[in-house]
């Protein structure tokens, strides 16, 4: 044979090889669907990135039935600690989406990582599922299409206490974080409240220990005012209810705050009869969904599931049931058609991604606080559930 051809041959023979290997790899690569879940493994707020983590695993078990499969495909889930930090996740999706070759990413716990990270969604064209950031700006001015959001915003958070509070003759106060989750949460409680007098604005570094100075003027602004008087604190970490200690009964001040951690609602107990709207409590919901978590949480930990339990459960519950619909279709486009306006179950009842910002509608809970010597926290009793429908959730991207 002549070289010429047989060099041909050679090149034919190993250009056939390298197509069958890709084609092969191709096709293992089809058989499974990566998913990065980036957290805080490790940070400030790594109790709650902890929480999310044990109900996503739980919750992507639940929805394949134990099997980890969906359409035929494996799921994998790699896990990576953004530690609270913006560059570090915004570093860490991007090496997902382009290093590892995920599918989807799933995360962040910090609403300053999430901001960092949405870009990064929109650079590689592929779908981030926002839990439990909480800034409104994540489905507002900073969204982009392949953003969406199972954790509820600083909106619903704010317009249920709102719904809680916003009573005639109430005169509030708002003590909040300096940061965008703080801000948010303020401004969005400030539209909704309509009947109630709001007289002050207290921000504060995230990480205050010291409550001195700044109850200080919230006394201030409100031990002069008339009729009931509250200060509504919107808070991450830390312990807020230390302004207690400052005597507010001296004047006639109440607490009032959202629903949170199980370690955080010990401080509850200082406040029978405090009013408030928790995202969720283990107690409240009654469904299939939010009772199998609670049996699976309770068999496998001896306590029951947490706040952002319920939220990593409610993520996975999304991403298995978009699957489901898209047949293992993970491309952007296809998501993004199957996800806007869809509908699928939680620990929370139904929950539903608005098409016009892809943020989960959910319902919220009005409670009271009582205590209970059974219970190391001060127990919310629900007074109502206060549904998605109720909520005049503004939509503030610019679509």
């Known amino acids: 044979m002549h070289p010429s051809r047989w060099a041909t041959q050679a090149t034919l023979f190993a250009a056939s090889l390298c197509a069958a290997l890709i084609s092969g790899t191709a096709l293992a690569q089809s058989k499974e669907i990566k998913i990065a879940h980036i957290y805080s493994k490790t940070g400030p707020l790594e109790a709650y990135g902890k929480q999310t983590q044990t109900g996503f695993m739980m919750g992507l078990d639940y929805a394949t039935g134990g099997t980890m499969m969906v359409a035929g495909k494996k ?19 991007a090496a997902a989406y382009g290093d590892d070759k995920v599918d989807l990413a799933v995360g962040p716990t910090a609403s300053p990582v999430a901001l960092a990270m949405l870009p990064v969604a929109e650079e590689y064209k592929k779908i981030l599922v926002v839990e439990p950031a909480v800034a409104d700006s994540i489905t507002g001015d900073k969204w982009n299409k392949y953003i969406f959001r199972t954790g509820r915003n600083s909106s619903q958070d704010a317009i249920a206490n709102a719904v809680a509070l916003d009573k005639a003759g ?11 989750f703080g801000r948010d949460g303020v401004k969005a409680f400030r539209e909704a409240i309509k009947k109630a007098k709001l007289v002050h604005e207290e921000y504060l570094p995230p990480a205050t220990t010291d409550f001195t100075a700044g109850g200080q003027r919230l006394i201030d602004k409100l031990k ?9 604190i919107i808070w991450a970490g830390g312990n807020p209810f230390k302004i207690a200690d400052m005597d507010l009964k001296r004047h006639g001040i109440e607490i009032a705050t959202g629903g949170n951690i199980l370690p955080a609602m010990v401080a509850y107990k200082q406040f029978p009869g405090m009013e408030g709207a928790a995202y969720y409590y283990f107690g409240m919901p009654k469904n299939p969904v939010n009772e199998a978590m609670v049996a ?3 068999s496998q930990f001896k306590a029951p599931p947490d706040f952002f339990t319920a939220g990593g459960f409610s993520a996975a519950m999304a991403v298995v049931t978009a699957l489901k619909a898209s047949n293992g279709d993970t491309s952007a486009n296809t998501l993004i058609k199957t996800m806007e306006g869809m509908s699928f179950d939680t620990p929370k009842g139904k929950m539903t991604f608005r098409k016009e910002d892809h943020q989960a509608m959910q319902s919220m809970y009005h409670f009271k606080i009582k205590v209970d010597p059974a219970f190391a926290w001060g127990v919310p009793e629900l007074i109502r559930e206060i549904k998605a429908e109720e909520m005049a959730v503004p939509i503030r991207n610019q679509r």
């Open 224 to 232: 002069d005012q008339p009729g009931r008087k509250v200060i509504f």
């Open 170 to 180: 109430v005169t509030i106060a708002t003590m909040a974080q300096d940061s965008a």
């Open 296 to 298: 699976r949480h309770y």
């Open 75 to 93: 799921i994998t889930v790699i896990e990576k600690d953004d530690q609270g930090k913006p560059d570090q996740g915004k570093s860490l999706l």
